[in-house]
Structure formats: structure tokens, C-alpha cells
């Protein structure tokens, strides 16, 4: 039965026979010095609820602690600018630190829980509110968020911001010439041909962020020299 049991249910379960476990030790330690049953098991009990109460409030002191320190990190710039690239290094550079970080990508988000929306000022919007939203929620559950996103707007970032108190912009400044010659996905060619309409950058605005936590331009940087730059800011 064991075998086919999940993770989780392992762990409680180890975690109650070892503690059960340990009562059991009290008790014949308790025992041995006092050879009296009532006391040895009083003693056993207050050790268990001693126990026990200490593990919850150490829970509770450690959870505070932890989603305090959470934070989210959200790229924005142009399509091309090097967003998800730098955010997938530094999603591996915490990783290498054993912590909890989830990277919260764009294309990804639109694949699935934004697949109802569309590229009009209002659902680009919306698919950043829900964003901000998952960001928050993980942050609450002790969980670093990378987050890469166009953001093309000071008034939509402001508004995340409203959301996500603890978080930190970096704002890809790359230029819109680099972002082209890049082009990695053909979006701009089919921009400059009228196939694909309010594209950011071309018919749609993107507009700087002169309070950004931190500039990257990844047009003049390597990507070694902009993680650097990033991970030597936090």
C-alpha cells in the first residue's frame, strides 16, 4: 500500500510514525527513572503537545518570513528584446540556490489560461491583470515569480504594481532596430506588411520606463554581462 501512495501522503506519514515513535521513547525513558506508568505517560503527552505546538508556530513564524521575502521580477520590452531568454538564466540561477522560482511566460500564459483573449488594448489588459494575479498568488504560497511580459505601457504597469506590491521591473530597453534584425519569430515582417495589426512597437506604442528597477539593453550587453549586471542588483 505503501508503494502506491503520493509524495505527500509519505511524508504525513512518515512524519506521524515518527513522531508516535518518539512519544513511545519518551515515555520508556520517563519510565526508566520513574517507574511509574501515570507519570511517564503524563510526561510522554506533554511532550507531544510541547511538540507540537512548537511546529506550529514555527510554521507560522517561517511562512511570515518567507512570503515576505517572496518577490516578483517582471521583464518587459519588446518582442525580440530578450525577455524570456534572460528570464529562463535567472530562473536557473535560483534554481541552482534550491529555491522556489516559477518563471510566468507570456506565450505560455496565452497557450493556456489567456487563450480566450485577443491583442486588443483591452484583452492585452486583462491578460496582464490575470498575470499579475497568478504572480501574487504564487508569491503568497512562498514562490519567486520570473515574469516576461511586453508590458508595453506605464499605466498598465502601474496597475500591476497595485497588485504585486513586492515587485521588481527590469526593463529591457533594447532598441526597436536590434529587436528586428532579430526577429526570431517573423512577427515584425508580418507588422511591417499589415498581416498583423497593433503590434507593438510598430502600429501600437511601447513606451520607456524611467523608473525602472533596473535598464538592461541586451543590444550592447551579452547575456552573461546582463544576468551579471541583474543578479549582482539583487
Not at 37 to 45: D, E, V
Not at 68 to 81: E, R, V
Not at 138 to 164: C, S, Y
Request: charged residues 25%.
Amino acid at each position: 500500500m505503501y508503494l502506491f501512495m503520493s509524495m505527500k501522503d509519505r511524508f504525513l506519514l512518515k512524519s506521524l510514525v515518527y513522531r508516535g515513535w518518539s512519544t513511545i521513547l519518551t515515555f520508556l525513558i520517563a519510565f526508566a527513572f520513574t517507574g511509574e506508568l501515570l507519570i511517564s505517560g503524563g510526561i510522554a503527552f506533554a511532550e507531544l503537545l510541547l511538540k507540537t505546538f512548537s511546529y506550529y508556530l514555527f510554521e507560522i513564524i517561517w511562512n511570515k518570513i518567507t512570503r515576505k521575502n517572496m518577490q516578483t521580477i517582471w521583464f518587459n520590452g519588446l518582442s525580440g528584446s530578450g525577455k524570456t531568454t534572460l528570464g529562463e538564466k535567472l530562473v536557473e540561477h535560483y534554481t541552482k540556490q534550491n529555491k522556489k522560482v516559477f518563471l510566468l511566460d507570456g506565450d505560455v500564459l496565452r497557450d493556456g489560461l489567456n487563450n480566450n483573449l485577443g491583442f486588443s488594448i483591452e484583452d492585452r489588459q486583462e491578460n496582464l491583470r490575470r498575470a499579475a494575479e497568478v504572480a501574487k498568488i504564487l508569491n503568497q504560497n512562498g514562490v519567486m515569480v520570473i515574469a516576461t511580459f511586453i508590458t508595453p505601457t506605464n499605466e498598465i504597469r502601474d496597475m500591476i504594481t497595485k497588485i504585486i506590491p513586492n515587485i521588481k521591473f527590469v526593463h529591457l530597453c533594447t532598441s526597436l532596430e536590434t529587436c528586428e534584425k532579430r526577429d526570431t519569430k517573423g512577427l515584425y515582417a508580418k507588422a511591417r506588411a499589415g498581416q498583423l495589426k497593433d503590434f507593438t512597437g510598430i502600429d501600437s506604442p511601447f513606451e520607456s520606463m524611467p523608473n525602472a528597477w533596473l535598464n538592461v539593453d541586451t543590444g550592447v550587453e551579452t547575456l552573461e554581462e546582463s544576468l551579471t549586471k541583474l543578479t549582482n542588483r539583487l
